[in-house]
């Protein structure tokens, strides 16, 4: 039940884990640099992470603004057919209150 519920957000996490450990492991592979003291390297590896991550993470803000959108549609329309069949009750109850 909590997974039905929830797939999404798991999916989008584990998405996101695996972008940043791929990120982060590839950029470890391609320096081939250990633990480094120099704020350059880090101040690199940061722009590295930011420009990978950063976007995955945009392209998951976009996934989610179109899930919002959806679920909203479907909100909408069963409000609709809700405010319909209270209008047609309304209008059963004023025959009924002018017939007595």
Known sequence: MWLQKNWLSLLSITFLLIV????ATSYTNAVNDAFSNNANNWGAFGSYISGTVG?????????WLIYSVYIQKI????LKSELEKSGK????????SALT
Do not use: C, G, H, N
């Not at 940043?20 to 990120?23: F, G, Q, V």
């Not at 976007?55 to 996934?63: C, E, G, H, Q, R």
């Open 55 to 63: 976007v995955s993470i945009a392209f998951l803000a976009v996934v």
């Open 75 to 78: 909100e909408l329309s069963r």
């Open 20 to 23: 940043t450990y791929l990120a």
């Open 89 to 96: 009750e309304q209008e059963e109850q004023t025959k009924i």
